[in-house]
């Protein structure tokens, strides 16, 4: 269901269709607020994707001032080289940052630094390169990598037993975080190879003609001349995980930016996300603050909750999965008098 639709339901229930009272910014500022709390208690929103390794950027940038000149447009931006916080320059090996300050000792550094995530692989790098994250990403449930999975590594232990930790290159096997404020992780041992993939070869597809591929992770999302959303239809990715990471997370829904948006919740979840808005806007400190309304609605909310970990707790156990064959006979599972086989049909 488009935003738009939302909007003018939760404008009816605010009893202020003109928006004389509450803006329209307002509404879609604390609808977004009520999708985030219901993700946070209830972790319903999953995703199942692949993401390509090499990660894809858009841009690369040095300096942190750089970064607010980017295009507003895109959101895969990678920080190339090493930036010095404290002189305000960029560096690439170690040593160039000791000459500068007079240190004494100067450290090898082995290996290439690049300016793109892939460039690592056309030579022996000095650092790992990280994998970015899908932008709705909040906390991982399972990863693999090349069909195996990998286990979560602190940085500090691989640090400590590891001498070569940033540049060492293997099978993979885990994987670290190289700030927990940074939407990325990097391989452990990096891979030795990666597969440049098409529709044609092996890995994450990258396109099919006529098909919308995401910037964000590579996958297709979207198929032409076929109809998928989320009230009808059933939403096929094609999941490659050859040489490829295959992510299963909790996800953050998205922002609602425009009214022709979806939200990323199940329509019969997004209701809820609704009850969660009225009931800040009743709160609100406005000529339309009204109490009794926020209670009520803020009820609504609590319940809708409640209702979202049930239906997570009996999502499976109510599911019956039966595998026979076509000369298996039949079996009735419940027990309720019928008619005779050659009792004659009844129209409805």
């Known amino acids: 269901m488009k935003y738009s639709k939302r909007l003018k339901r939760m404008r009816r229930f605010l009893r202020d269709p003109d928006g004389k009272i509450w803006e329209s910014s307002y509404i879609k500022g604390v609808f977004n607020a009520a999708q985030r709390d219901i993700q946070h208690s209830t972790h319903v929103l999953e995703g199942v994707q692949i993401v390509s390794v090499p990660s894809r950027y858009q841009y690369s940038y040095l300096y942190d001032w750089e970064h607010g000149y980017l295009p507003t447009n ?120 990666i597969t440049w993939s098409d529709s044609d070869g092996e890995g994450a597809i990258t396109s099919i003609a006529g098909d919308t591929v995401s910037d964000d992770t590579g996958t297709v999302v979207n198929r032409t001349a076929t109809y998928f959303d989320q009230d009808e239809g059933i939403g096929v990715t094609f999941l490659n995980p050859t040489n490829q990471i295959f992510l299963v997370s909790e996800d953050i829904p998205a922002d609602i930016v425009d009214d022709q948006d979806e939200s990323d919740l199940h329509n019969f979840i997004a209701k809820y996300a609704e009850c969660g808005a009225l009931e800040r806007a009743y709160g609100a400190n406005t000529d339309g603050k009204i109490r009794s309304l926020e209670a009520y609605w803020s009820e609504r909310f609590a319940v809708g909750m409640q209702m979202i970990e049930r239906f997570k707790k009996n999502r499976k156990s109510d599911r019956v999965y039966q595998l026979q064959s076509d000369r298996c006979p039949q079996t009735r599972r419940h027990r309720h008098p019928r008619l005779p086989d050659t009792y004659p049909p009844v129209n409805p």
């Open 74 to 193: 895109q959101k895969a931006y990678y920080q190339a080289f090493r930036y010095s916080h404290q002189g305000r320059y960029v560096f690439q090996n170690l040593w160039e940052k000791q000459v500068r300050i007079g240190a004494t000792g100067i450290q090898a550094e082995n290996g290439n630094h690049y300016t793109h995530p892939w460039e690592a692989w056309a030579g022996i790098p000095a650092v790992n390169p990280p994998v970015r994250f899908p932008s709705s990403f909040d906390q991982a449930k399972f990863i693999a990598f090349d069909k195996e999975q990998i286990n979560y590594i602190d940085k500090k232990s691989v640090q400590e037993s590891d001498q070569s930790w940033e540049s060492r290159s293997g099978e993979p096997f885990a994987y670290y975080r190289t700030d927990i404020t940074e939407n990325e992780f990097v391989l452990y041992p990096r891979n030795n190879s």
